[in-house]
């Protein structure tokens, strides 16, 4: 049995780090394990978009079983202010005794906590203390990277898909961006962060190109060659371009490059609920199947 009186927690100190916590990502995805949402390239669009660089060491923290031969970590929490945590725990030693271990051992505030609708082991102690099921998550989506079974690229007349160049494209990438998720927190310093990340590829920062220049439709789609699985975050068209087949053209360019380095399996998510209506619809439209669901529980006052 898992000796978690041994758990410890230090800050997240550096890339270093980040390299770990996706290490844990890759065991899940080899195992195919229904509990692991995250993907390793999910995780550093999310580490640099959603958390300050200043608050890092605050909001994320690795947990290793001090005392065994490898002291490397086997889980982390990502918490977010005021109250709310998500984590992971590598699989092969998950359990609900380790999970306790962790909540009792975390410093913040924690009344919402994320956790997939398969990981009944989190859910049972979830109930035990008090939490409950609040609302709508996020839907995870899978497929084959079978370039065969996609139609030939349709675009309107004039378009075209291609890769950012960047600094050049800066400004209007992120002009379609906030075009897309308005109103939006993005900006030309965060795009410029997240393409200083270890895992972004400009060639897969991929952007449908309207007649005049301007970008209509984008995708940024995450290579892991050591698990052969690309992810999808995010996507996005800008609400004049909607309904054009700009955000497939984007997405379906960007499977296919995948494909041919060798890639076998595309992901994404999106909200559930009405909000993630247009992209389930997109998803699902492009031979995506549902293969997951997050979902928030939330612990009354
Ligand atoms: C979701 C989004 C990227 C779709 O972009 P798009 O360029 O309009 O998508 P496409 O034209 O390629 O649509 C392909 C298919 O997706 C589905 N779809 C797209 N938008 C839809 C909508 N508003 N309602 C229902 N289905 C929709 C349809 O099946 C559509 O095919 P059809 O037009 O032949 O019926 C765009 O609406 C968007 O940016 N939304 C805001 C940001 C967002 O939610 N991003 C996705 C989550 S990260």
């Avoid at 100190?13 to 390239?41: E, F, I, K, Y």
């Avoid at 909540?103 to 049972?124: G, N």
């Avoid at 007349?157 to 494209?169: I, K, N, W, Y």
């Amino acid at each position: 049995m898992l000796e978690t009186a041994t758990l410890v927690g230090r800050p997240y100190a550096g890339p270093a780090d980040l390299a770990a916590m996706q290490a844990l990502l890759r065991v899940g995805r080899r195992l195919a394990d229904s509990t692991t949402n995250w993907s390793p390239g999910e995780l550093e669009w999310g580490i640099v978009t959603d958390v300050p660089a200043t608050d890092l060491s605050e909001r994320v923290t690795l947990w290793s079983l001090a005392g065994r031969a490898d002291d490397r970590p086997i889980a982390w929490t990502w918490w977010t202010p005021p109250d709310e945590l998500d984590w992971f725990v590598e699989p092969t030693i998950d359990g609900p005794g380790i999970r306790a271990a962790i909540l009792d051992r975390l410093e913040q505030p924690i009344r919402t906590i994320w956790t997939t609708t398969a990981h009944t082991a989190v859910i049972d102690l979830l109930a035990e203390r008090g939490y409950e099921r609040d609302g709508d998550g996020y839907l995870h989506f899978a497929r084959s990277l079978d370039a065969a079974d996609d139609p030939p690229l349709r675009l309107p007349d004039g378009f075209s898909v291609r890769a950012v160049e960047l600094p050049r494209d800066l400004e209007e990438r992120v002009r379609v961006h906030r075009a897309a998720f308005a109103p939006s927190k993005m900006t030309v310093e965060k795009h410029a962060r997240v393409a200083g990340m270890p895992g972004y590829r400009p060639d897969f920062d991929l952007v449908a190109v309207a007649p005049d220049g301007t970008f209509a439709s984008f995708c940024i789609a995450w290579l892991d060659d050591e698990t052969g699985i690309v992810e999808f975050e995010p996507v996005g068209t800008d609400p004049a371009f909607a309904r054009r087949g700009l955000a497939s053209a984007v997405m379906n360019t960007a499977m296919t490059r995948a494909a041919a380095l060798g890639a076998g399996v595309a992901l994404v998510t999106s909200r559930g609920g009405e909000k993630g209506i247009r992209g389930t619809s997109l998803y699902r439209s492009l031979g995506f199947r549902q293969v997951r669901e997050t979902v928030p529980f939330r612990r009354p006052a």
